[in-house]
């Protein structure tokens, strides 16, 4: 159809409207992590966790400082390669010792775990008592688990500054000073101060520092991620647990269904449990969990879930154990703690335990026999076999000999094995407390006394006050 006036009309094009973007859902790989706030709380296993700190720090921090005779008492010597752990000295040959006392370790661990599960995370830790001490500075500091929530979640206030700078200059030191004697195990301590101050020793410095920035980082801000991501423990824990393991549990047959009420309500009237639902359980927790839903790998056995909640228990006066030590079978059937005591000693405990006591056994019997002298031989390789003045036929060896006692000793060598065999060099020597040498020694026979050929010789090394004999076998070569 034309307009009215005759003439054509310019068609101008619509665009057309955008098309609508699709709407896009991003969902993150990673559970958002809350930080936990435990709560303080005092009790029988409170108690226990704070003597376990005061006991292994106690022996951390002051076993460096303590001397036996002219020398640190315990000393890792990587240096000189020995070890000195009170009288003991011990040398790359004894490595066999540090391998038995690992086994011993772990079987002890299996042995623990078994029967009362994971007691060592719970109170032994070095995890988990620094993060103990760690928590203790930061409550003294910024106090209880209230206070820390709305000053985390607050602006940033003078108050907030000075608090959290104080806590951080804390941890810092006892980072630190950790960092310190941890190295002290590994050089002696009463000189490892002096070459920090004056910047010698390049490694000791690294490990001091690398050692304190691991502890401020896992007991100050990673904590219960160790123990629940990190610590291998807590993933194969179940391979030693059973039913009759001695675990922290909840009871819910009698704590279900579980809600709020007072003291004077009859709750039983109205078909509550003996659980409140105050949640401080789950508020005392070190790794943030809730013990009411059940055993969980997260849970370290800290008791401290017990404690709270038999306060609470005190309070409405209701029996106490509504979470307690027990074990699956002892809460499912309702035993008796002499009847939960009966299940100790069942096969996998005692499988543990009797190759653990044949193993310490064997290992205390094999120190208390152990001869405190090591000796190695080494062939002359430059002048393996020669003719010298007077018709004898000598062969020349390297002995070191390593005294492993605290004391001076005199050593006499000899040697058998061949008709007319003699020791040419000087037959004694001297070798200071806890020192190794190396010695040349020289043995001729008779020319012609023995067949061409490799013969077995043995060489004898006497302490001349007799604390030790030690034979090695070598061979007297014969030329053709």
Not at 248 to 268: H, I, L, M, N
Not at 396 to 416: D, F, K, P, W
Not at 457 to 466: E, L, P
Request: charged share 20%; net charge positive.
């Amino acid at each position: 159809m034309k307009p009215a006036d005759g003439k054509p009309r310019k068609v101008i094009p619509i665009a057309a409207a955008p098309a609508e973007k699709p709407k896009t859902e991003s969902a993150s790989l990673y559970e958002a992590q809350k930080k936990v706030y435990p709560r303080s709380i005092s009790g029988v296993f409170a108690n226990w966790r704070w003597i376990m700190v005061y006991v292994t720090q106690l022996v951390f921090y002051g076993l460096p400082w303590l001397q036996w005779g002219e020398r640190q008492m315990v000393l890792f010597d990587l240096g000189a390669r020995r070890f000195y752990i009170f009288g003991l000295v011990l040398y790359p040959q004894d490595f066999i010792y540090l391998t038995g006392l690992l086994i011993i370790s772990a079987l002890a661990l299996f042995l623990f775990t078994a029967v009362a599960g994971r007691l060592w995370c719970g109170f032994s830790c070095p995890q988990t008592v620094y993060t103990e001490i760690f928590m203790w500075i930061e409550h003294k500091i910024e106090g209880d688990r209230s206070a820390r929530i709305r000053l985390d979640n607050g602006p940033w206030t003078f108050e907030k500054t000075w608090k959290k700078s104080l806590k951080q200059l804390v941890w810092i030191a006892v980072s630190f000073w950790t960092g310190f004697t941890f190295v002290g195990y590994f050089v002696p301590i009463r000189e490892l101060g002096g070459e920090l101050m004056s910047l010698h020793g390049s490694w000791q410095i690294f490990w001091v520092f690398f050692y304190g920035l691991a502890t401020y980082g896992n007991a100050g801000y990673l904590r219960e991620q160790v123990c629940k991501y990190m610590c291998p423990y807590a993933r194969f824990q179940s391979a030693m647990f059973d039913n009759d393991t001695l675990v922290v549990t909840y009871d819910p047959e009698r704590g279900e269904p579980r809600g709020p009420r007072t003291k004077a309500v009859d709750y039983k009237a109205k078909g509550l449990g003996d659980c409140i639902d105050c949640s401080l359980c789950v508020q005392v927790c070190p790794t943030g969990i809730d013990i009411r839903d059940g055993l969980q790998y997260d849970c370290i056995g800290c008791g401290l879930c017990v404690d709270a909640c038999n306060t609470v228990m005190d309070k409405m006066q209701y029996p106490r154990g509504l979470i307690r030590f027990s074990t699956q079978n002892g809460v499912k059937n309702h035993w008796t703690q002499s009847q939960m005591l009966k299940r100790v000693l069942r096969p996998r405990v005692l499988f543990y335990s009797g190759i653990l006591i044949a193993l310490c056994i064997g290992m205390m019997a094999s120190l208390v026999v152990r001869t405190p002298l090591k000796v190695d031989i080494v062939r002359d390789r430059a002048a393996l076999s020669r003719i010298v003045a007077g018709g004898k036929l000598e062969n020349i060896y390297r002995l070191q000999i390593m005294n492993a006692t605290e004391g001076a000793q005199r050593y006499v060598i000899s040697a058998r094995g061949l008709d007319g065999l003699e020791v040419i060099s000087e037959p004694e020597i001297d070798i200071g407390p806890a020192e190794s040498r190396w010695v040349v020694v020289r043995l001729q026979i008779p020319y012609g006394s023995a067949a061409p050929g490799s013969h077995t010789v043995y060489f004898d090394v006497r302490a001349q006050d007799d604390k030790g004999q030690v034979a090695e076998k070598s061979v007297f070569l014969v030329p053709r």
